[in-house]
């Protein structure tokens, strides 16, 4: 168990559709990172926040959006939601700002179906 | 911009084989490199990373890697594999080295234990 919780575990949505993903990180992790992981793109980085500030921002589209709350858990919020957006979308939190300092600890996902 | 070329998608090995899951990375400056192991069902774990303080670098499970700059490479391997070793295992690199950012991950190579 990582310690890294993300809810929910399965989300089925029709496209045009707008869905929140939720993500709490490990106890005492100030970092939190999101991923989206398909067959045809693989692990692709969304968005990093540390301590409820932006940090480092990936292949996000304008459609998503996320945030991170001062209790430190983060929210990815996906929009006008298209049937390429089912995937499997990871949050990794770790202890520091860099990825490298620190590793990432990965929840077991939310796997979204947009029909 | 760095990036990662894991070569194979799929490799097989007997149990008790050399188990060699190779890399490749592209990077204008001293790489931070990773690997990361995916079991059926949950998130990533990290198994090793390099530090530049050692080309060889063991990890967990027993796993190790050896960074070859003249090859631009760091292949992962395991002397002996074992049926648990059955796995999706992802290279990554760190783009900016230390400061705020995403890993970015190669498409993975899905690891086959024939017993």
Same mark, same amino acid.
């Given at each position: 168990?990582?310690?890294?919780?993300?809810?929910?575990?399965?989300?089925?949505?029709?496209?045009?559709?707008?869905?929140?993903?939720?993500?709490?990180?490990?106890?005492?992790?100030?970092?939190?990172?999101?991923?989206?992981?398909s067959?045809?793109?693989?692990?692709?980085?969304?968005?990093?926040?540390?301590?409820?500030?932006?940090?480092?921002?990936?292949?996000?589209l304008?459609?998503?959006?996320?945030q991170?709350?001062?209790?430190?858990?983060?929210?990815?919020?996906?929009?006008?939601?298209e049937?390429?957006?089912?995937?499997?979308?990871?949050?990794?939190?770790?202890?520091?700002?860099?990825?490298?300092? &620190?590793?990432?600890?990965?929840?077991?996902?939310?796997?979204?179906?947009?029909t | 911009?760095?990036?990662?070329?894991?070569l194979?998608?799929?490799? &097989?090995?007997?149990?008790?084989?050399?188990?060699?899951?190779?890399?490749?990375?592209?990077?204008?400056?001293?790489?931070?490199?990773?690997?990361?192991?995916?079991?059926?069902?949950?998130?990533?774990?990290?198994?090793?990373?390099?530090?530049?303080?050692?080309?060889?670098?063991?990890?967990?499970?027993?796993?190790?890697?050896?960074?070859?700059?003249?090859?631009?490479?760091?292949?992962?391997?395991?002397?002996?594999?074992?049926?648990?070793?059955?796995?999706?295992?992802?290279?990554?690199?760190?783009?900016?080295?230390?400061?705020?950012?995403?890993?970015?991950?190669?498409?993975?190579?899905?690891?086959?234990?024939?017993?």
């Open positions: 168990d990582s310690g890294v919780t993300q809810t929910p575990k399965h989300l089925i949505t029709a496209t045009g559709q707008r869905v929140t993903l939720r993500c709490s990180p490990r106890s005492g992790d100030l970092s939190v990172y999101w991923y989206q992981q067959l045809d793109q693989g692990l692709q980085f969304l968005i990093q926040y540390y301590n409820g500030e932006e940090r480092a921002k990936g292949n996000i304008e459609r998503f959006s996320a991170q709350f001062p209790d430190l858990h983060s929210e990815l919020n996906l929009s006008s939601l049937l390429g957006d089912s995937a499997l979308y990871f949050c990794a939190s770790s202890a520091r700002e860099s990825s490298y300092n &620190s590793p990432l600890h990965f929840g077991n996902g939310t796997r979204l179906t947009v | 911009a760095q990036s990662v070329t894991q194979g998608s799929h490799v &097989s090995v007997s149990e008790g084989a050399l188990v060699l899951l190779r890399c490749n990375y592209s990077s204008s400056v001293p790489p931070y490199l990773f690997w990361y192991v995916q079991y059926p069902n949950q998130g990533l774990q990290l198994l090793l990373k390099y530090t530049s303080a050692a080309t060889l670098v063991k990890g967990i499970n027993g796993f190790e890697a050896e960074f070859k700059k003249s090859e631009t490479s760091f292949h992962l391997t395991k002397p002996s594999a074992h049926m648990s070793d059955a796995a999706e295992y992802f290279c990554a690199v760190s783009p900016s080295g230390g400061g705020a950012d995403g890993l970015t991950f190669g498409k993975g190579t899905h690891l086959i234990i024939q017993p």
